[in-house]
């Protein structure tokens, strides 16, 4: 059994930052790619930003240049540092990690999601 564990979220203005964390637990061998999605209200779930095992980035282009995804593979932790936030950025945040066990079969998995609110 694997847990992945978000923090970070809560209120902040327009231009504000935050940084969330999410740190996986449990039976873990190892973990593959880390990624962060977002689902706004009455939206789809969509990919933020992503990381591969050898820290190769790839970011939505709403985010690019603002947002960065980071990974501490120690602590089977990811991150996400969001900078120069905006009201659109609104959402819940999730992460996803793919995560093998040590049978060697690989399973996703997702957090609980953290609320980021941007406002004034």
């Known amino acids: 059994q694997v847990q992945l564990v978000e923090s970070g979220g809560g209120l902040v203005q327009p231009g504000g930052s935050l940084r969330l964390s999410c740190a996986a637990s449990g039976s873990i061998f190892s973990i593959n790619g880390m990624a962060w999605y977002r689902q706004a209200p009455g939206k789809q779930r969509e990919l933020v930003a992503a990381?591969?095992?050898?820290?190769?980035?790839n970011y939505d282009d709403s985010v690019k240049g603002r947002f960065t995804i980071s990974r501490d593979n120690a602590k089977n932790t990811v991150y996400l540092q969001m900078n120069s936030l905006k009201p659109e950025d609104t959402a819940v945040y999730y992460c996803k990690m793919l995560v093998g066990g040590h049978g060697g079969i690989f399973y996703n998995y997702w957090g609980q999601g953290t609320q980021v609110t941007v406002s004034s």
């Open positions: 990381i591969t095992s050898g820290g190769s980035t």
